[in-house]
């Protein structure tokens, strides 16, 4: 099976600008979450999607938004981005019987 | 809300000897989870404990959970280069999952 995949992989934006970044989780799996990494919070859960509905939500501001689409893909997307938006944003996905959660490679966004 | 603190924060080994992380949660946890991220890459699930006072063994990582299901141990006996990366442990509440900061493991040849 092919694993997760996160596109774009880098990612450069300005202060104001938004984005979308979007995972495509292993096939058969239906639920998708979004984390941010940063060397100084660590992990932390954005959401999660299931079935095309947000299941779960973390505490992040409004900016931050995702949607899921009927064949389980996902995107985050982010608006008016802010420097401290600068991070790795990864994508897991799982079968929603089972804990252990799949990680892509990660988008590293970077806000100048 | 639910807290999952994770010591040390770093640790620095020589090859041979052995390691430890520990993980505690400020509430019981239903289950735990461990991940590894190597640098430069991404989580990778390596298991995950139900059971209170469960143990777990993979090679030479053995995985515990605590009798009260609030903290978990990883221990790796006779680390190796390739046990380099970030260790960390992982619980559910409300529907997230929490991480706990991770320990990084550095080990010199």
């Known amino acids: 099976k092919a694993g997760v995949t996160q596109t774009p992989r880098y990612l450069i934006k300005t202060r104001g600008q938004q984005v979308t970044l979007s995972c495509s989780p292993i096939s058969g799996h239906r639920s998708v979450s979004w984390y941010q990494q940063t060397p100084g919070q660590g992990l932390q859960f954005l959401f999660e999607y299931f079935s095309e509905t947000q299941r779960n939500k973390g505490n992040f501001p409004g900016r931050f938004s995702g949607r899921q689409f009927s064949n389980s893909r996902s995107e985050m997307n982010v608006s008016t981005l802010e420097l401290g938006d600068s991070a790795l944003y990864l994508c897991?996905?799982?079968?929603?019987?089972?804990?252990?959660?799949?990680f892509g490679p990660g988008t590293r966004l970077t806000v100048l | 809300g639910q807290q999952v603190m994770q010591i040390p924060q770093y640790q620095h080994v020589q090859e041979g000897e052995d390691f430890t992380t520990y993980c505690n949660s400020s509430t019981t946890l239903s289950n735990i989870q461990w991940y590894k991220q190597r640098p430069g890459g991404h989580p990778v699930f390596l298991i995950q404990l139900v059971k209170s006072g469960e143990v777990k063994k993979q090679k030479r990582l053995t995985f515990q959970f605590g009798e009260a299901k609030k903290n978990s141990s990883l221990h790796i006996t006779a680390t190796q280069t390739t046990d380099v990366g970030t260790y960390f442990c992982?619980?559910?509440?409300?529907?997230?999952?929490?991480f706990g900061q991770g320990t990084t493991l550095q080990v010199k040849p």
């Open positions: 992982a619980g559910p509440s409300r529907g997230k999952l929490i």
């Open positions: 897991a996905s799982r079968t929603y019987q089972a804990n252990e959660q799949f």
